[in-house]
């Protein structure tokens, strides 16, 4: 091969060096998991002296990504660390919560254990509040690369920007897609192959608000499509599944497919 290029590649390979892999991001995402919900761990620990080295372990990979993060100050180091482990508690009080949403609207979930375990809904969430967490400081890359990890895992792409509340379920999940400027309010219920997304995709509108609002209690059933920054669905509304829906509706809407791709009222 030619050196010259191989040389290019070496390059590369150099600058790509500087910045965390995503499978080291994914690998110490799921450990810290793992830790939140032994549910998901991959290790037991007999003693307290075992769990505690195991978490300090954790703590020095989460230090080795930011010190890989680009355009890095070390001295802002510490403060992001304890930033992040900070937010741990109410995450996972917020997950907790988020459980009990996919237990309560799904009648074949046996158990709290089973959603952890097996719902590809619980991963994406957990994944998502967490990636949620390193963008209130601006760790852009890492957010990206954890929900890209939940993406393949799971087949649910939600941007870590989103903004989402609390007792959030996903039902099956496969295929959803929540954009970057969506918000999403308490109590919402989501099916598969959902879309909150943008009407325009052009790069100059990157700067705006993209992607619809969701209010509370809001029931979104599968292949239902909302579309625009300026498209709100009002609370206690019920959208049905395949409706395209590019405008507001007031609260306690319910739209329903009406063929040819129209969307009705209730």
């Known amino acids: 091969m030619n050196e010259q290029f191989l040389k290019k590649l070496y390059s590369d390979h150099r600058q790509a060096s500087r910045c965390p892999s995503p499978a080291h991001v ?14 998901v761990s991959a290790e037991t620990y007999e003693h307290f002296e075992d769990f505690s080295s195991a978490f300090r372990k954790l703590e020095e990979d989460f230090r080795f990504l930011l010190s890989k993060r680009i355009n890095r100050k070390a001295e802002e180091d ?17 997950l907790i919560e ?7 609207g799904d009648p074949a ?3 709290h254990t089973e959603v952890v375990r097996t719902y590809p809904g619980f991963y994406a969430i957990a994944s998502y509040r967490i990636a949620h967490c390193f963008t209130r400081k601006n760790l852009h890359l890492i957010a990206r690369i954890i929900s890209s990890n939940a993406h393949s895992k799971t087949g649910i792409d939600i941007h870590p920007s989103a903004q989402i509340g609390r007792h ?25 192959g959902v879309t909150l997304g943008a009407l325009s995709v052009r790069k100059e509108d990157a700067s705006t608000k993209r992607h619809p609002d969701i209010g509370d209690h809001v029931v979104l059933y599968a292949g239902a499509t909302i579309l625009g920054g300026k498209t709100v669905v009002g609370h ?23 063929g040819e791709g129209a969307a009705a009222r209730a």
């Open 168 to 192: 959030f379920c996903i039902d099956h999940g496969t295929g959803i897609v929540v954009g970057e400027t969506a918000r999403i309010g308490d109590h919402v219920k989501i099916y598969q």
């Open 236 to 258: 206690h509304s019920t959208i049905g599944g395949n409706v395209w829906l590019t405008e507001s509706v007031p609260p306690h809407s319910k739209i329903y497919y009406q």
């Open 26 to 39: 994914a690998d110490v995402f799921n450990r810290l998991l793992g830790m939140l919900f032994p549910q």
């Open 98 to 104: 988020d459980i009990g949403a996919m237990y309560d």
């Open 109 to 111: 979930a046996k158990t």
């Open 78 to 94: 510490e403060s992001l660390l304890q930033f992040i482990f900070g937010e741990m508690p109410a995450i996972r009080e917020m």
